[in-house]
């Protein structure tokens, strides 16, 4: 009876004109969600080694320099220079192996060698777990990355042509390679296995641990220091014009740049955009149905004084309201969860077409439960603050 | 205890208003006073509805001040009954909707019990009307019935007969004292002139 009662003066539009916007601002929020989730393994190739925060930037080969040994090389000075960029969190050196290095594979008595050259970066731009991608000297086995790209090389280019079988990624991991590495002067030699522990798709180079990089260096180099040709960049965000400016102003090259980073930006920013419009029509949506529980319990003051009077519980009076707010809005989510799955059906076909795998189905909904929650919650405490005030005359 | 919109000023003799005062339950009050004189106020401040007074207000020795909202709530339910002047009914149910509303939050009388009360108040063949189209007479003998559908320790009726002749006056005062007696309670009843006809009633002016 008490529902009844309070229920009246119930505006019918009002409360339809909050289902409708809440209904759309959750949509879009879950359903711009859900497409990013769903279309972004399209643009982020999946890399484990080296963040998508990391640029490795070389100088512009030209024919001016190409005779020009080291003209490629950074200066400290133009080190120092990026270092001071305010879009730079780190900058790391390569430094590349002043020794010759011969690979050789033996494979079912077929020999096959070919000369290779090593490339190590600090660790800290490595992210390959742990112990992995470590090496202590004394070691025989030298962990090594390669980039995707010579395999890819290998089993489309040469293995075809040559005869030789394909490499699928863990059979290619499971091969020795033999190393053997020859001082410049021809006077010192050392024989070691290599084991490949990764494949790249931003790095093209073959890169070994810094710590065997120095050791070797040490046993078999000149001893002279070089100046680093590539650097690695750790970035705050890749999408900033400001890089490309610099990067154009000193005619540097980002490597292995495949413009999945802009595509990437750009649905960021899309999606930015339209997760900004869901959230404004959503808070508009929110003051809608503040407004009009405020009106509906302004109008019914007097039922709920006399209520409070008889000695009603104030959640008993309040009860009615709340229901309205909770009904409401999980009919508003269901139904823009409903429509984001409609919408994700719509386009998942496409999306298959252009190789991208789906996203967790979890996180846009989780996202949108969690504004009706934080929605619920703001109306039914101001509910029950207009129930309590008007308690006393 | 004294409202404070008579704060300012200089009132005249008061048995109630700047003094201490205890009603006992099991005895039954007669509150008289002119009209602006405070009857109102006073039943709204010992019900809770209002605080702006001065001075305390204790229940069994304990200060009210520091009652929350639900605290109230519970008093109304199960120890205090109160008819307000303005009656507070709801115009759109009927007298039995009205009624059972406040005993469905005590659960206290029996349906039968309501009829009879009813009955007695020669209401009963208005049961089923609308009291928003009910005299301000029948109004209040409704407004009784629902205010007596509670155990209570004590049942603050405000002008509570204003509208009823002698002969219902009588008949309504009767029904009060028995259903007080039963519950070992204490009545305090206003009035401007026209007082609920109680016999042994303590005379207090306001």
Redesign the interface.
Known sequence: ??GK?LR?NTSPARIAGFLLSNFIGLAIIVGGLQFYEDASSLFTSEDSFVKSDFLVINKKVTSANTWDRGSSDFSREEIADLKGQPWVRDVGEFSSADYRVMASVNQGGRGMSTLLFFESIPDGFVDAGGSAWNYRPGEEIVPLIISKDYLTLYNFGFANSAGLPQMSESIMSGIPLQLTLTSEDGLRRKVMQGRVVGYSNRLNTILVPDSFMEWSRRELGSGKSESPSRLIVDVNSPGDVAIKKYLDEHSLEVAGDKTGSSASYLLKVVVGIVLAVGIVITLLSFFILLLSMSLLMEKNRD?L??L???????KDVAAPYIRIVVGVSVLAYLLAVGCSECLRLSYTGALEGLGAEKGGWWFAPAVGLLLTLIMIIFNVRSVRRRV?NS??? | MLPRVFSAESIPFSEVWKSTLTFRRGCFYLVEAASGGGKSSMCSFIYGARRDFEGRLLFDGNDTESLKIDQWQKLRRESLAYLPQELSLFPELTALQNIELKNSLTGYVEKGRIEEWLHILGIDSRRDYPVGRMSVGQQQRVGLIRAICQPFDFILLDEPVSHLDEENNRIAARMIMEEARRQGAGVISTSVGNPLLMEDALSLKL
């Not at chain 1, 409070?308 to 104030?314: E, K, N, R, T």
């Open positions: 009876m008490i009662l009246k039922k004084h006399s409070l009077m008889l000695g009603c519980p104030v309590i308690f006393r005359n």
